[in-house]
């Protein structure tokens, strides 16, 4: 996949080729943008086609900055992490820090739990889902946001 974009691209940072617009891959992106409230940037795009056109997704920044440089569209890895902190705040992915230092991005907003394999920096969605019988009540004057749940494994010493 090429997909063209830079830091600073002629015309501006708003400036989308419009050789772009012509394949569904990017319609759907730009759909998916307008609709969460977000200015369909080259960067955005560029990011957004291999985000949310590859099916679900657990990234880091620094996987899809790899990403991003295998695919010809050279973007900083501070850019990555400015585009994916902004696709979080629009709803478009789901931030989990899964080991308290690297965060992992999911294209599947849902509530819904998973495996963190330790030493291995992998994050995996739990098949079948997880069940709780009882949720504690929010403290007085809030409301539960959202539940995560992670659950670290390691491999068996033999």
């Not at 419009?18 to 891959?25: A, F, I, K, N």
């Amino acid at each position: 996949m090429d997909i063209q974009a830079t830091d600073n691209p002629a015309g501006g940072e708003d400036a989308v080729d419009p050789g772009l617009l012509s394949d569904d891959g990017t319609k759907h992106c730009l759909q998916v943008l307008s609709d969460a409230g977000l200015r369909p940037t080259r960067q955005r795009l560029a990011l957004g086609k291999l985000l949310f056109l590859r099916g679900h997704r657990h990234v880091t920044a620094e996987s899809l900055h790899d990403e991003a440089v295998a695919a010809n569209a050279y973007l900083s890895l501070a850019k990555v992490y400015n585009t994916l902190n902004q696709f979080t705040e629009a709803g478009l992915l789901r931030r989990i820090a899964a080991d308290g230092i690297k965060s992992f991005f999911d294209t599947d907003t849902s509530v819904h739990p998973h495996f963190y394999l330790e030493g291995e920096d992998v994050l995996v969605d739990v098949a079948g889902g997880l069940a709780f019988s009882k949720v504690p009540d929010a403290l007085p004057g809030h409301e539960i946001a959202r539940l995560d749940v992670i659950i670290h494994l390691r491999r068996k010493r033999m």
